[in-house]
């Protein structure tokens, strides 16, 4: 029992906090002091200081700090159908081992828990008026329910602990507390959230939580959880909730959603940003600050005066970065008469970028290069996009031939000698919330073409989709719509999710939550682009034809980045028994025996 005991972490009575300033340089700045519990817990600004450290905690907000490890390119790490990395994702192989130790759930994975909860049983102290303190208590919540959100994705069941947890506690023996039921206490959280955090309405961005944040955190895991205990019942999956279709989840995620969206129609925050601009779509990923967008709900600010920066926009875009977007991908852009390309005469093929992306919704033309003398990689010198970079080493080649230019940032002086790059990473963004707002209405049968038109409709205004409107009552039927059994209008907000959201980090999740490995992953390697488009291309060099030749393709001449790996002769082998949820270390459970094991491990 003693070893146990040790898998939360001890208080020592000195903690560990990060200051801020006035503004939200606190997600930037991180000088770290040591203060004495006797001498804390008095004033207003303790409990700001202390929920400073929240912001800055990588397992809680990501800081994508590090090396290809920024939003863009987290569906390709991941394993989705709509980005790839040069290497095949070993879980959608089933190639997941059973941990001894670790895995997810080691004291350290439960460290940030223990900071929370201690701010929890503390913040009664302070002596200060409730509407000084409860700003601080919203802060704390929202943060506890990203943190169980992100156990629940990976586990399931977790247990569900809101007290500091000492060496003799019972919550170190207790069992597993059900999904639903852990879902349903994070949601009980946000409302509390929601009723303590200030609203922002048309104020100045501070970088703190605030009420529309915490609404748009409720609507994505209310979906999440009731997407997911809906399909896996339907499907008869090991990881169903008995006796629940979800529904009671859905709805959370309507209200959530269609709350904020409310309180954008009352204040004019939030809303879409860039509505008809050119290239407006493609330059909500690359901007430095964010603090004047209406649609940006949550980023975090890069500095390059405090040498705080991030790499992902020039990995990706300068250097390729190893990952490249599917056909699966590109092939769900409609055309500009909303029809998709299996049935529009306005479709131009795949044979080359630039018939690729005629007469196609603009966001396509908006996430990849294209070779139209218009796609910019430098601003100064000016350097425009002509072929995808191949032959450049693993990590830095086009795994798929369809190079990203979503999130990538053309001012060279920041990139060159460090390879780093300064725009905002964004953790929440109205787009999503108005798809969450369409999903939710379809999923429960109560959608109407005002629903569409000021959430899915409303997305395709923006770029210029003017003739391509999504009409409920008239949806064309896609020969290669990719989910059996669906309705068309769940079909055609799961595809505009899937265009508005791609390569920002969404696709696996909704992938799982919808139970759809079978249909999407499973038995399948993801293809690229049609690769003779460059056997011959005008000015090519020498070395770039020698790169492109070896090149892997399927009977059909796609780019097939896995073809080479034996392990993936048969497509990815995802085990739909098991691999949906990650396992409790083997040495867990021998601590703990009360904790059950995950299916299929």
């Known amino acids: 029992m003693k070893k146990y005991k ?7 009575g000195v903690f560990t906090l990060m200051l801020s300033s006035c503004n939200d340089d606190f997600l930037e700045r991180a000088p770290i002091v040591n203060l004495s519990d006797a001498n804390f817990w008095k004033s207003e600004n303790d409990l700001k200081i202390y929920c400073n ?23 390709g790490s991941d394993g989705s159908d709509i980005q790839v990395f040069v290497n095949y994702n070993r879980r959608m192989n089933g190639e997941n081992t059973l941990p001894s130790s670790g ?8 460290g940030l828990l223990r900071d929370i909860n201690y701010f929890m049983d503390h913040y009664p102290s302070v002596e200060a008026s409730p509407d000084k303190v409860n700003p601080y208590v919203g802060e704390a919540l929202f943060f506890r329910s990203i943190f169980y959100f992100n156990k629940l994705r990976t586990f399931g069941d977790v247990p569900w602990i809101t007290t500091t947890v000492g060496i003799d506690s019972d919550e170190l023996t207790a069992p597993r507390t059900p999904r639903s039921q852990v879902a349903e206490a994070i949601l009980q959280e946000l409302d509390r959230a929601v009723e303590y955090l200030p609203t922002r309405g048309s104020g100045t961005y ?15 895991i209310a979906l999440y959880e009731g997407t997911w205990e809906k399909y896996h019942a339907l499907k008869n999956t090991a990881f169903k909730v008995n006796g629940s279709d979800g529904s009671q989840f859905i709805q959370k995620a309507a209200d959530a959603a269609g709350a904020l969206i409310a309180l954008g129609e009352a204040n004019g925050f939030p809303a879409l940003d860039n509505i008809g601009v050119e290239n407006g779509y493609v330059n909500l990923f690359n901007q430095y600050d ?6 940006v709900l949550l980023w975090r600010r890069y500095s390059k005066a405090d040498g705080i920066m ?29 029809k998709p390309i299996s049935v529009s005469s306005m479709y131009q093929g795949d044979r080359d970028l630039k018939s690729l992306v005629a007469n196609r919704d603009p966001r396509l033309n908006q996430t990849i290069l294209v070779d139209d003398g218009k796609h910019v990689l430098w601003e100064d010198p000016l350097t425009i996009f002509s072929v995808p970079l191949f032959g450049e080493g693993a990590d830095n080649d086009v795994s798929t031939g369809y190079q990203q230019w979503k999130g990538l940032v053309p001012i060279y002086a920041d990139w060159y000698g460090t390879w780093s790059s300064y725009n905002g990473a964004i953790y929440f963004r109205y787009a999503e919330v108005l798809l969450i707002y369409a ?13 569409i038109d000021k959430t899915v409709n409303a997305l395709r205004r923006r770029v210029g989709m003017d003739n391509g409107l999504l009409n409920i009552g008239n949806i064309t039927t896609d020969p290669n719509w990719e989910f059996a059994g669906l309705s068309p209008v769940l079909q055609e907000i799961r595809r505009e999710r899937k265009v508005e959201l791609a390569c920002e980090g969404y696709r696996v999740d909704d992938i799982f939550r919808w139970a759809a490995v079978d249909e999407l992953i499973r038995g ?78």
């Open 6 to 12: 040790f898998i939360i972490i001890v208080w020592i």
């Open 439 to 451: 999903e939710a209405k379809a999923e429960l049968g109560t959608i109407t073409q005002s629903d």
């Open 310 to 338: 991030n790499h992902f926009a020039n990995y990706l875009g300068h250097r390729g970065g190893g990952h490249g977007m599917t056909k699966s991908l590109v092939d769900s852009y409609l055309c500009l008469d909303g």
């Open 53 to 75: 450290n929240f912001y800055n905690q990588g397992g809680l907000l990501p800081r994508y700090d590090g090396w290809n490890a920024g939003p863009y390119s987290q569906d």
């Open 290 to 295: 964010y603090s004047s967008y209406r649609e």
């Open 103 to 110: 895995g997810g759930w080691s004291s350290g994975d439960w």
């Open 206 to 220: 501070t970088g703190r939580i605030t009420k529309e944040v915490a609404l748009a955190l409720q609507a994505r």
């Open 524 to 601: 399948k390697r993801p293809l690229g682009a049609v690769l003779e488009q460059w056997y011959n291309y005008p000015g090519a060099t020498p070395a770039f034809l020698e790169a492109v030749a070896p090149l892997p393709v399927n009977s059909d001449g796609y780019m097939d980045p896995y073809k080479n790996f034996s392990a993936m002769d048969g497509g990815f082998q995802f085990n739909l028994g098991r691999d949906y949820l990650s396992p409790i270390p083997t040495n867990e459970l021998v601590l703990n025996p009360n904790l059950t094991q995950n299916p299929g491990w």
